[in-house]
């Protein structure tokens, strides 16, 4: 039992709006500390739509057993420019990190307050 950290590379994809879109996503998160108090992400990035981005958040988990569910709630910014940059939730429904869910909404840039689903897979 404990705190299972969620790193590893996760990759997925970005589902529905206006365009029934479905673009890639890779997200890899390394370094992730469970016992800081803010910014818990460690070094992890996303590669999307041909941008990189630097990702700052947090993850909890509901109960600190292998069963419990843990919610993401981080900002993807990218590494050169000013944006876009989205604000994303994900919840694995355990801490096998098998199978991610959530939304992506675009919070500066072209689309800005957009919301899409996103699914990714360990």
Do not use: W
Request: hydrophobic fraction near 30%; include cysteine; aromatic fraction near 10%.
């Amino acid at each position: 039992m404990g705190q299972a950290t969620p790193d590893g590379i996760y990759t997925g994809a970005v589902t529905g709006g206006g365009g029934g879109g479905n673009n890639a996503i890779t997200l890899r998160i390394s370094q992730s500390n469970p016992s800081a108090a803010s910014n818990n992400m460690g070094n992890s990035t996303i590669s999307y739509c041909g941008t990189e981005f630097n990702v700052s958040g947090t993850f909890n988990y509901a109960q600190l057993d292998s069963t419990s569910a843990v919610t993401f709630r981080f900002t993807a910014s990218p590494v050169s420019g000013f944006e876009p940059v989205y604000s994303i939730t994900l919840n694995s429904p355990d801490q096998n990190y098998g199978a991610m869910s959530g939304s992506l909404t675009i919070d500066r840039g072209v689309g800005a307050g957009n919301t899409y689903n996103i699914t990714l897979h360990k």
